[in-house]
């Protein structure tokens, strides 16, 4: 993972003994939040290096660090159809056929066994209670042979989980507090992710990094951090330091930038005008900053960028490798939005949507509709050349590496 620039080591110790409750505790002194909003104002201002309009990465891809003997050990004794397994994080009814899972019991079990998955998302459906979601995703740790991230859109505002199911801290809208600075950005990330660690989940779908920059768009709107895109860079950049003080693992979305559309993915395809140097010098501040904070995932957008690609996103190798992975020089998980929108599956099949995506680059494949059909499409891929065991691997890598790094792994 790349090391933390925008915020010092100290001010993130020094934020985690004030900030991160969501009540009481002595303020931070003034002086101290003034320096720390403008050391980030000033590195989110900086402007993106001057590129021609096609993709020219300057470095090569960063590669997953394979020196890490357990990594590497737990890798050697995988099966193929575990490590692709590994790359899939999937909703507990897709995998069990349960309808609205909220117990993990021997169905769940045997559904691990045969499908070995990298993650769970549960959405509202499977939360009752405190000790019940407890209670679940401790059993559904225990089938699994490498420990699994649970995770769950828990944004604040309209999007949530836990917050209007089980009572957690209440966080409004991020756009709410968009003129409170990088101290309040901090401590709503810190308190949503304590609440999510102390329940058992490990990583959160958040947070937002689009910019509301069109009145129209409402898809994102008030779940953005701000309609402008440098003090989005600066706020955002503060709430992955916070949700990794909270304990959960990070997911930057919608990459290249969703806030500046009309239509919503959830329903259809989605299509992107700007040029690229558009992107560069407004969209993609929001997103440097954030892999900067070490973010540990991107999302990707269901997006159609046509200036870049006539093919959505998650299947642009122009967009997750030449840009994400090489130009921004991002060497974590990259991870799809939800592969059950209408953006894929009006027009692409389960397998063709898992292998075109990792052939681009993508290391995790988000709640595809028949899990079972990507695995064993990644899995023929693999057997007939189409795509090499080794590329499988790196990805592989990466999510144990990722799972290391937040504790999940040992």
Not at 254 to 280: C, M, N, Q, W
Not at 344 to 352: P, V
């Amino acid at each position: 993972m790349q090391k933390r620039v925008l915020i010092g080591l100290t001010s993130a110790l020094i934020l985690l003994l004030t900030a991160c409750s969501a009540k009481g505790g002595t303020p931070m002194d003034s002086e101290s939040s003034r320096d720390r909003s403008a050391s980030l104002s000033a590195a989110a201002s900086t402007s993106p290096p001057t590129r021609e309009a096609s993709i020219n990465p300057a470095s090569s891809e960063p590669s997953p660090d394979s020196a890490d003997p357990t990594l590497q050990s737990i890798l050697s004794q995988m099966t193929l159809h575990e490590k692709v397994c590994q790359m899939l994080v999937v909703t507990p009814e897709s995998i069990t056929g349960v309808e609205a899972v909220t117990a993990a019991g021997d169905t769940t079990k045997k559904a691990l066994q045969a499908m070995p998955v990298g993650g769970i998302l549960y959405s509202k459906p499977n939360l009752r209670s405190k000790e019940q979601v407890k209670t679940m995703l401790q059993n559904t740790q225990s089938y699994s042979a490498i420990p699994l991230m649970f995770t769950c859109d828990e944004e604040g505002g309209r999007v949530n989980r836990l917050m209007s199911t089980l009572s957690t801290t209440m966080i409004g809208p991020m756009l709410d507090y968009k003129d409170q600075g990088a101290e309040t950005a901090y401590k709503n990330a810190c308190t949503i992710a304590s609440d999510m660690s102390a329940l058992g989940f490990n990583a959160d779908m958040a947070p937002v990094a689009d910019v509301w920059s069109n009145p129209e768009n409402t898809v994102i709107g008030d779940r953005a951090y701000s309609n402008d895109f440098q003090q989005a860079a600066v706020l955002v950049a503060s709430a992955v330091e916070g949700f990794h003080a909270g304990g959960v693992a990070t997911a930057l979305k919608h990459f290249p930038g969703h806030g500046d559309t009309s239509e919503d993915s959830h329903y259809g395809a989605v299509f992107i005008t700007k040029t690229l140097e558009e992107i560069r010098e407004k969209e993609l501040l929001p997103f440097r900053a954030g892999i900067q904070a070490d973010s540990d995932m991107v999302m990707i957008g269901h997006l159609i960028l046509s200036d870049i690609d006539d093919q959505p996103a998650p299947f642009s190798h122009k967009i997750v490798t030449e840009l994400l992975r090489q130009e921004l020089g991002f060497d974590g998980v990259i991870i799809t939005d939800g592969l059950q929108m209408k953006a894929m599956t009006d027009f692409y099949s389960d397998g063709g949507i898992a292998c075109s995506a990792v052939k681009a680059g993508v290391d995790m494949l988000l709640c595809p509709a028949d899990p079972e059909e990507a695995a064993a499409a990644l899995e023929d891929a693999v057997k007939n050349g189409d795509l090499t065991e080794s590329r499988i691997e790196e990805s592989v890598l990466r999510i144990l590496k990722m799972k290391k790094e937040r504790g999940m792994i040992p």
